[in-house]
């Protein structure tokens, strides 16, 4: 079947899935995470074809890696997806006007959601879970990198709708060739809502080529800053965290923001940086705070291209700076809008930072690895919106809905 026939009967089954009530809808995602790990060998076996092509050190190589323990987590997390209140049909709110209407505002599914995203098979879990929960039909198209491990998640997912009589055509896996994205992004009609989920190169495309609605997701460019009031036991166990927690994810941190006045407590600061064998990029005043602290083989003199750049590796760029205002100017001109952090005992500079800060996450104190879905207490997320329309953050229930008008009167007729 052509990717544009899925496509199309993705479309169809729109009011099948508007038919699928909530109980019925819990049962299939609670079925699913048990399905899930029942066949964790199976898993892990389509898995490991996909990871066998890959080399181990590219930085998607962790994104691509499932376990038994991720698969469990996975499971964990469809469990709590199917145990949240299905937002569809919400009243949001309600009136009725003197002229007898009586109005209602009511939360609905978006319809058709499209997702293509890299190589992230956790994501076709995910989506699906998300989708599903919120009365939306989901056509998933996942790189060529992850198609083994996609297709036996997939696989699952339609044996888990199967059992319960609900047509798999409510969830399509596109083939991983580029021509599939390229009728997923021409749908006009057929699909409502398009997120790319990935790396910037991917989302720009997207953005660029699509003909169908988007919604952006992604791109970490992720900033913290260190300022001279910051607590150095706490600064240097959250900006470790941030960094090496997950690398190729995209609320790693990418760029550590330093006031002048603490750059000789930064060897100590970033010493266990070294452990992990993360290369730092400084600027001038960084580089020679660090000579001769830090491993020469993993010190580089930063340049231009060093700052606005989603490193999703053991790579940290380092930028000083005399003030709260350079920081904020720093931030503004690189950030990704995504998360942003701020180290400070500095009430008047943590109100600042929250105030000014243009950012989906604005953290205070914390490691920006919490910028998550599951982690928001929101189950799961589809990806985290950087844009403002519609949706920002963490994509989760409420955010895959929209909503409609419903109006009742005695007869009322408007007059000429």
């Known amino acids: 079947m052509s990717a544009i026939d899925q496509i199309k009967k993705a479309k169809d089954a729109v009011v099948q899935m508007v038919r699928v009530d909530a109980e019925l809808n819990q049962k299939i995602l609670l079925d699913l995470a048990d399905r899930a790990e029942a066949n964790i060998p199976a898993i892990l076996t389509a898995n490991k074809l996909d990871l066998d092509l890959m080399p181990k050190d590219d930085p998607r190589y962790d994104r691509l890696l499932l376990s038994e323990e991720r698969i469990k ?8 997806v199917a145990r949240m209140d299905s937002p569809i049909g919400e009243i949001l709110e309600q009136n009725k006007t003197n002229t ?45 990198d992850a198609w083994n491990s996609n297709s036996a998640i997939a696989k699952l997912i339609h044996e888990s709708l199967e059992k319960f009589n609900v047509s798999k055509e409510v969830m399509q896996l596109l083939p991983p060739d580029r021509s599939a994205a390229n009728d997923l992004m021409d749908a006009v009609g057929y699909v409502d809502v398009l997120i790319p989920r990935g790396s910037q190169s991917l989302i720009d495309s997207v953005r660029e080529n699509a003909k169908v609605p988007v919604i952006e997701t992604g791109a970490g460019v ?18 470790f965290n941030a960094k090496t927690r997950r690398v190729s994810i ?117 490691s ?49």
């Not at 987590?73 to 709590?80: G, Q």
């Open 222 to 239: 992720v900033h913290t800053y260190f300022d001279e009031t910051a607590d150095f036991e706490l600064g240097k166990k959250v900006i």
């Open 368 to 416: 920006t690895s919490f910028t998550d879905g599951a982690q928001f207490g929101l189950g799961a997320e589809i990806g985290i919106s950087t844009q403002k329309l519609h949706a920002r953050g963490p994509m989760a229930l409420k955010e895959l809905t929209s909503y409609k008008w419903l109006i009742q009167s005695d007869g009322m007729t408007r007059p000429a």
């Open 100 to 144: 007898g209407l009586h109005l209602q505002k009511v939360r609905v599914a978006l319809g058709v959601v499209g997702v293509i995203y890299e190589a992230r098979p956790n994501v076709t879990f995910d989506v699906f879970a998300l989708c599903f929960r919120t009365g939306n039909v989901a056509i998933l198209k996942g790189g060529t």
């Open 250 to 366: 995209c609320n790693a941190l990418e760029c550590l923001i330093i006031h002048e006045s603490r750059l000789k407590e930064l060897p100590a600061l970033i010493s266990d940086m070294a452990d992990k064998n993360v290369v730092i990029e400084a600027d001038e005043p960084s580089y020679k705070a660090l000579k001769g602290s830090y491993p020469d083989s993993l010190l580089t003199k930063a340049n231009d291209a060093s700052f606005g750049k989603e490193h999703l590796d053991y790579r940290l760029s380092i930028k000083t700076v005399e003030n709260l205002d350079q920081a904020l100017d720093h931030i503004a001109r690189y950030s990704t809008h995504h998360s942003e952090a701020i180290i400070t005992k500095s009430q008047e500079s943590r109100d600042r930072f929250f105030k000014e800060v243009d950012a989906a996450a604005v953290y205070l104190n914390t």
């Open 73 to 80: 987590s996975i499971a964990n997390d469809l469990r709590n």
